[in-house]
């Protein structure tokens, strides 16, 4: 599940298996449908995505629980901490969430600098998954940094 897939989307597909189904959200009806184009034109059968329109913490929770493998998370900064709660909530154990520009995560040593509400979101959301038991995190330094967890056991 992601917001805004396309071409991330695209390389989830290819990623899984012929019978699994994509599931994106994201409130934009232009982006969906640029979505639903690059998929068609990559190749891929209607059938193996699912795009729902609609703002992704009034959608996420009207999904079915431990229904997901993955969860793909490029949104609201400010929202990762209450995104890593849906997330949780819908991964099957082991199962995989991965926020986008992860590495704004990285801890680093306090200073007189403020942090912006964004950064200190993504910073909340690499505590919260670091402090986890039930998680195995990861922080890959691909692009922006990719910040994921894996779900060993349920929380």
Not at 19 to 29: E, K, Q, S
Not at 72 to 101: H, M, S, W
Not at 106 to 133: F, K, M, N, T, Y
């Amino acid at each position: 599940m992601g917001t805004g897939c396309g071409s991330s989307g695209i390389w989830l597909l290819r990623g899984m298996r012929p019978d699994a189904i994509l599931t994106t959200v994201d409130v934009d009806p232009e982006y969906q449908e640029m979505a639903r184009a690059a998929f068609r034109r990559a190749g891929f059968p209607a059938n193996r995505a699912r795009l729902i329109q609609g703002r992704a913490m009034d959608v996420l929770p009207r999904l079915t629980d431990g229904a997901y493998d993955m969860v793909f998370v490029d949104a609201a900064k400010e929202e990762y901490p209450r995104f890593l709660t849906e997330a949780l909530r819908l991964l099957r154990v082991g199962g995989i969430v991965v926020f986008n520009n992860g590495l704004e995560a990285a801890p680093v040593p306090d200073g007189p600098l403020s942090v912006p509400g964004a950064q200190r979101s993504v910073r909340e959301v690499g505590r919260l998954i670091r402090e986890d038991e039930s998680l195995v995190p990861l922080l890959l330094p691909v692009g922006e940094g990719l910040l994921a967890a894996i779900r060993e056991e349920a929380s």
